[in-house]
């Protein structure tokens, strides 16, 4: 499927370019393809929206965040072909990329973006080793985990600047003036791009075109659920009246982006019957945005992907002909009478009980 | 026990008979009841509940929530035992009536509400998947996740309404004039019966007289836990002092009467021991109560019946004989020295040292 | 190690001896320590702050918290290995001494404080049934969550007092002016053992001096871990910029006197790699401790050992040569192709078609 399996085979010779090549699939991994070109495309869409906008220091966290987690990985030695395939890498570029656009640049921010990074890798091992249980994967639940830890503990630190998070105040109801816009051609196609642009947090539409090639080269499909993801994300959010400049950011369709791309090719083969339970996968991922949005108001927070990571993993988890837990007698609970009242054993389980035995 | 176990066994024939069945078991779900003749009766109360409020759209909502869970349930094909006693139903059938409680009536509202209704039965799905490593059930997790999804999301949206939420605020102390108010019989009886009532959020004494009815039908144990429960939560929140008019409403007991069945007779069989395991567990439902009347008032959000989730939960997951993680040193732990140091093999875990190795 | 290991190894003769014998070695296992001598040097540590800051309500309420929990245990009759080693005992204590610090002295407080130490148990033993599922402690999350309960769950009660909780607000950034301190060596020795003695909510250099040596009978090497833990959590927060008095009054160290801990010498064997992993867990728990300042300021809530809990359980779940799920195809969910399609079996899952079978 496209030109990106070539790139899949790929095995570089000599410890530079293996690092090299552990990193670009790293950034590839954030959607989910283990595809280097995708890789260096990526960061070459982040440098181009970073460029543009006048914040070099995205791309720099960036790439420091992706660096430092996949070093953290290799100090940590886990599973040879998880590392090879860039999955200790995908959190940390977006960890890297997010405190320096949502916290003010001072000499501390790198040190504290350092550890960051380092403690993603450690939290995607966590997260991973309790989703495994389930079989479900980590998604992005480490990078936003480790945001809005390191986002919300700056407001304690004098060295960091909260500055650029909105203010906390309490969730309020969107009106008709502030959803106002006029609905383009242009505002639809921007809206269309920036949705893919901003799972790296870029406010750019040709980043999102640059995406999307990066997507294309790896996984035709990936490229189709993206785009289509993003228009049904535009439709939903248009027509429950969601606030207008925020659709035409990308902010209403970043994480729909990443939940029609998961669940319709990545984690289930791509089938009419999948192709529908996405669009419905879509929609809540929409009501999870705007709930994080409210919910989040009070302490300041962005949502992030969390409508993504949420909305695929109760979509990921139903089984099929699976057997839920009945509402009858369960057995063995603390409150049940004791086993020893009818039991014959002389071993008492009350350490008080036994003294008096002997 | 009771009339309800010859609807139990109940087995309707033909299409149409036995999607209503399914339905009607699935509002008998809610208190734990697989019994047809209960749901019906619950319906009723809701109806009689709705109409004497002159809010239909409460009785509309219910019903729409109810068959559109089922019909996603049959759409995702899992286990047909469980789909025929109901299991997928009973969330839905409260999601239903929870948003057109809290959410203005607009046309948008009733497209929200099927979104929701149908993702009920899928984080009903994941949700039990979840529990089932621990042998609890899903209980009414789904059914409080998904409400406070889409009431926290309505907020983004221009056309949906949120004006019959509370506006955010932080916490405050209940003073005694807040709490102040006449204990009559008329409060005791009118209480007791409304913390039937507001499981499915109805604010009606007459319609909790109907749920009772409708409990004794199938379990007399659980119409006996249900009053109990009732009893014991006004007892303890007049003696702590909590707001007397929500004392009334049944707003400080219907968690605690589903936790009185769950505990009482449902997942335990009744005997003295567990009885003073549910009386126990009624307590701290009260206190999960105000907790979350208290944290959720920034976000607006009401507390639904999750204190009665958390708090079952917690009962249910102690198994006798436990044995826990102990405080000594864990196996197999990232941290720990290299096995690839002390060890022979010639396979390395870092991919760097292997090209070099080359 | 020290002179606790012949008390570990102390069997007590006598109901009242075993009894008392259980809750010392309790209050020992808040720092892992399976020890009653350690035990009752932490709670004459308590009783000389809690004298000293005339708060006498924080020995008594830690000691009946202690003693509520440890006879819960009894009556659930867990696993008597784990009672024995005080596991039932340890998040109590803490309850006791945490509510009569935040919460106002009324005659219902002790009511209240009792119905929580009792739930502490079945709190952790709910907790360790999840926990064990991944191999990790339950540490003090039961602690933390009862504390919280009870704490919010306070504002709704008339009879309670919230009145030295801080008044609900939004996050805002701290700035140098307060921040600034003069550090002098009695603050960073003040701080260094203050540290320490906040683990049990008390603001004491001397409380802290004794519980030193209370781990130091028990364990050299938490002793070492205890202090360095403290020493690190003052550098990195300085070094950031934190608020100086905070700092000083041991409230930003901790927690991450638990991490250091919990990591440097209990759930991993000492030795420089698990070191170097300690003080990574440390700057993490920093990160937490701020995180948590921020976020629970809307709804006036302490952070508690939080921190620790959640930082240790991310640094103690990787696993070495985990195998995470990955980015690929996955079995059996419940969107795939219907199997009822590709089978030849005549049993439906769905009953609709089952009956028109029929």
Redesign the interface.
Known sequence: MGLGTRWTQFRP???VA??AD?NFKGAG?VF?Q?NSLTGVLFLAGIAYGAVVAKTPQVLLGAVIGLLVSTITA?A??????????G?YGYNGVLVGAALPTFLGITP?LWF?LV??S??ST?????T???????????LTFPFNLVN???L????????????DLN??????????A??HVNITPGFLVEALLKNIAQVFLINNAITGAIFVVALVVSSVWAGVFALGGSALAIGASL?????APDIHSGLYGFSAVLTAVA?GC????P?P??TV??I?GV??TV?????L???L????LPPGTAPFVFAT??????????????????A?????????ARATTSK?????HE??N?
Chains 1, 2, 3 share one sequence.
């Not at 080793?129 to 479900?136: D, E, F, S």
């Not at 027509?239 to 606030?243: L, Q, S």
């Open positions: 010779r000599g410890r293996t690092f552990l991994q989910f283990e290799i940590l030695q886990p599973d040879e072909p998880s590392l090879r395939k999955l501390m504290y550890v960051a380092a403690a450690v939290v995607f091992m966590a991973a080793t309790v989703c495994k249980t389930w079989g479900v994967p980590a809005w830890i390191f919300m503990g700056a407001f304690q630190f004098m060295r960091l600047r909260t500055t203010p906390g105040q309490f969730p309020s109801q969107v009106t008709g502030a959803a027509a429950m009246g969601a606030p669940l990545v984690f289930y083969r089938s019957r999948v339970f996405a419905f929609l809540v009501a999870i945005h705007s709930m949005v409210s919910a108001t009070p302490v300041s993993w109760l979509f990921l988890l139903p089984k099929k002909r699976f057997d839920p837990v009945q509402h009858e007698h369960l063995g609970g603390a409150a049940e009478p004791s086993p020893l008492s389980v009350n350490p008080l003294k008096e002997q």
